[in-house]
């Protein structure tokens, strides 16, 4: 479920996800933050509950979910390259309690043509570092 939303100032906005709203995890760079941050068997368990929803987000399948999940694990971060829409891509990062448990994710999304590989890191990165400085300040 979508929390905020804050819109940048760029002119051309990605707005693919209302406030209140909510999507199966697998869907968007926020979720796959969380859902790549879960043990193996956590994780098939919730692709496979949410199998049949995939389907409406551009066709999408289970397998689909399973491979965004694999990458987003290699690259140490969520990353919804046009899986929402195809010309959007997203860049999250999950937010994880005292026990590393995944409770919730911090994501940026852009237009593709601005959001390459250097640009996705240096994203990630950003929200990593605000995501520390909260842990801290609640200390």
Do not use: H, W
Request: proline share 2%; aromatic share 6%; charged share 25%.
């Amino acid at each position: 479920m979508c929390l905020d939303r804050v819109i940048g100032k760029f002119p051309i906005q990605v707005l693919t996800f209302e406030v209140a709203k909510s999507r199966p995890l697998g869907i968007g760079a926020g979720s796959l933050a969380i859902l790549s941050s879960m043990p193996d068997e956590s994780a098939d368990a919730v692709i496979d509950a949410n199998r049949l929803r995939y389907c409406n987000y551009n066709n999408r399948t289970a397998a689909d979910v399973k491979r965004f999940v694999l990458n987003s694990r290699q690259l140490g971060f969520g990353l919804s390259d046009k899986i929402v829409t195809s010309e959007t891509i997203g860049v999250g990062v999950a937010i994880k309690d005292r026990d590393g448990k995944a409770v919730a994710a911090i994501s940026v999304a852009g237009i593709a043509q601005r959001m390459g590989e250097k640009r996705q890191k240096e994203i990630a990165a950003l929200i990593e570092s605000e995501i520390m400085a909260l842990r801290f300040s609640s200390d």
